[in-house]
């Protein structure tokens, strides 16, 4: 749903750039980009108003999940276990933005808890040779545990794991990049 959206998004400036670029304007524009500059009017607000919510959320650990921004369409998300104290204490904070709900499984505070756990047993899937390459939490969701080989492993690293909601994927070493 959303991929068939987002090109259509970033496609639209880019289309609009030769226009202004083509105006008595443009000769005002500098020749080096602004960093002050938002491209997304409404990225400071949506910054703000999700300072405010994680705020929130600190007083809330066992329903709150976390936000995230979709800065396009000018909507914060807050992932949250629906509680209605919780959902009303946000529509108090009077955000002046777009505030949409999106139901989670699991709190923040549950799955930093398991992707503490888990990352503490690295050197125990290291001995039996599960090369467990990145853990961490998928919002509301599961703790991420991606592995070399998940078809073979997945089964042994959910097993140790009983009532931890994991989301056993393809994981693959860092590789750091060089300022060559």
């Not at 939490?137 to 592995?147: A, D, E, W």
């Amino acid at each position: 749903m959303m991929s068939r959206r987002v090109p259509a998004l970033l496609i639209v400036p880019l289309l609009a750039l030769p226009a202004a670029c083509a105006s008595p304007a443009a000769s005002a524009v500098p020749s080096v980009p602004n960093a002050e500059q938002s491209y997304w009017p409404a990225q400071d607000a949506l910054s703000d108003a999700a300072g405010a919510v994680d705020g929130l959320g600190e007083r809330w650990p066992d329903v709150y999940a976390d936000v995230s921004l979709d800065v396009p369409a000018g909507v914060l998300l807050v992932h949250r276990i629906p509680t209605a104290g919780f959902d009303e204490a946000v529509r108090q904070l009077a955000l002046h933005v777009t505030v949409r709900f999106i139901d989670a499984q699991h709190s923040a505070r549950a799955l930093d808890r398991w992707v503490e756990q888990i990352s503490a047993d690295m050197d125990y899937w290291r001995q039996r040779g599960v090369a467990v390459y990145e853990v961490g939490p998928t919002i509301g969701k599961c703790v991420s545990v991606g592995v070399g080989d998940p078809q073979r492993d997945a089964a042994a690293v959910t097993a140790h794991y009983p009532g931890v909601p994991l989301c056993v994927e393809q994981g693959a070493p860092a590789v750091p990049l060089t300022a060559d």
